[in-house]
């Protein structure tokens, strides 16, 4: 990517960004193909869900992230670069894809502050192909119109276009120099926002009372036969409203009942959105290291102070926790050390506490090695047992057969990659389906030898119950 020396600050007048526009019109005539140009300005402090809110069309493709707890947040918006990729080798197209676009890319503004320069937001489904018909593909990858986000306090404000050899430069300034106006002095206007559901909701298990149960039962006998150790089953239930239900509404409640996870919302451009609040960091690189983290075995929070500790103690003493837990960790350990990382972790996992639910979690870290790309790593960490199973190659497969849906996003990796390579990617997981009048819940459990289908019921029906009264206001 090409940086050039223009402060669009000190220099903010419509003559100096008609000029980096004839700049990169030229660039973009003399390669004979567009190029990207990113324009950075810091901002006063803005809300980017609260942006979004305001400017939210159901027509554009946004993309939306949030941890409460660690003072960030990115919003990002249409689309003027895209690019979808299917198959085993999804996660490498991506990549060359992110690297022949910021060959191309010019940029201005502070390009190391935080979320400053271009940023693709994407999204990968759990499995390499998906159905005809799916509401999102097997990846997506897009470099938004606008982006808006905020960290320590400091909002940064994106601007990107596509130019051409053709392009009206007078006319694209008139418009960046309109929005970077709009977001330095940003008036929120109260979003038409549905609220939650007008009326009663209907709520029914996909695939009929019974059949997780029955799914976990046929799981568990070819654990025992050998076929693999473990597999990870979900289950999802279909809401239905009489009126159309809000997705931005619904993350509201989202990232207020969750603030230690990630809030998220995907939304395709066609009028459906994947939202969730997930407790799973799958990757995040940072000023050359890379942290990822084991997360598995479960265990209800306590009432009270004595008994959420005696129910944390349980937990780190289960045999069946424990064991489901060092299936992915080792999984992570098998995934990553052919790509020359030497992880450092702790001998024991920690208690992860959320505000429904405790895991068993051991974080990594590592120093990311020369050549290895931020989507290398995923590629070969996707999905991990915690949401897939091991062996992978035999477990992955079978979810297919015995669950009585097709995930899409559910237990996908979505998260965004800067031009930096830095970036961070969590699992789509405490997460629906959002389209018009209906919602569709997902919730799994880890099986493993040993696994009973009741309290692999009673797991699931305890991660419904945070996600259905985050989502309709229960």
């Known amino acids: 990517m090409t940086i050039l020396p223009i402060d669009p600050v000190a220099n903010a007048s419509p003559e100096a960004l008609i000029g980096f526009l004839s700049e990169c019109r030229d660039s973009a005539a003399q390669a004979g193909r567009p190029k990207l140009a990113s324009i950075t300005i810091q901002v006063e402090s803005l809300d980017p869900l609260a942006v979004l809110e305001s400017i939210f069309e159901p027509g554009e493709r946004h993309f939306y992230a949030e941890r409460p707890s660690e003072g960030w947040a990115i919003a990002g918006a249409d689309s003027v670069l895209s690019f979808t990729a299917s198959g085993p ?98 008036d929120f206007q109260a979003p038409e926002l549905s609220g939650g559901p007008a009326g009663p909701v209907s709520v029914s298990e996909v695939g009929g009372g019974r059949s997780y149960e029955s799914a976990v039962s046929r799981a568990v006998e070819r654990i025992e036969r050998g076929e693999f150790q473990k597999i990870v089953l979900a289950r999802a239930k279909e809401a239905r409203a009489d009126a159309g239900l809000d997705p931005l509404y619904m993350l509201n409640g989202l990232r207020q009942r969750f603030p230690d996870c990630t809030s998220f919302s995907v939304a395709n451009g066609r009028g459906q959105s994947f939202i969730g609040a997930s407790p799973e960091l799958l990757l995040r690189v940072e000023d050359g290291f890379v942290y990822t983290e084991a997360l598995a075995g479960s265990m209800a929070r306590g009432a009270t102070a004595s008994e959420d500790a005696s129910l944390g103690t349980r937990l780190m003493r289960s045999e069946k926790d424990v ?36 895991h068993l979690h051991t974080p990594f870290e590592a120093r990311v090695p020369r050549g290895v790309r931020l989507l290398d790593m995923l590629g070969a960490l996707h999905p991990t047992p915690a949401v897939g199973g091991t062996p ?25 990659i800067d031009s930096r390579g830095g970036g961070q990617f969590v699992v789509g997981l405490r997460s629906a389906l959002v389209d018009g009048n209906r919602a569709r819940m997902y919730a799994g459990a880890g099986i493993v030898a040993g696994s009973s289908p009741e309290m692999e019921l009673a797991e699931t029906e305890l991660k419904f119950r945070a996600i259905q009264d985050a989502l309709l206001g229960s």
């Not at 001998?347 to 992860?352: G, T, V, Y």
């Open 323 to 358: 064991r489901e837990q060092r299936i992915v960790l080792e999984s992570i350990l098998r995934r990553l050390t052919p790509l020359g990382l030497e992880l450092r972790y702790p001998a024991r996992p920690f208690l992860k506490r959320l505000s429904n639910v405790q």
């Open 89 to 186: 080798g999804r996660f490498s197209q991506c990549q060359r894809f992110i690297d022949m676009a910021l060959e191309d890319a010019f940029a201005v503004g502070d390009h190391d502050a935080a979320f400053g320069g271009p940023h693709f937001l994407a999204a990968f489904a759990f499995l390499d192909t998906v159905g005809e018909g799916e509401p999102f593909e097997a990846a997506r990858v897009f470099v938004p119109r606008w982006q808006v986000a905020q960290r320590g306090g400091r909002t940064t404000a994106v601007a990107n276009l596509l130019v051409t050899a053709e392009a009206p430069v007078e006319m694209l300034a008139a418009r960046v120099w309109r929005a970077h106006a709009k977001f330095r002095s940003f």
């Open 392 to 416: 992978r190659e035999v477990a992955v497969p079978a979810i297919a057969e015995l669950e009585a849906f097709s995930r899409g996003l559910y237990g996908g990796a979505l998260g965004w």
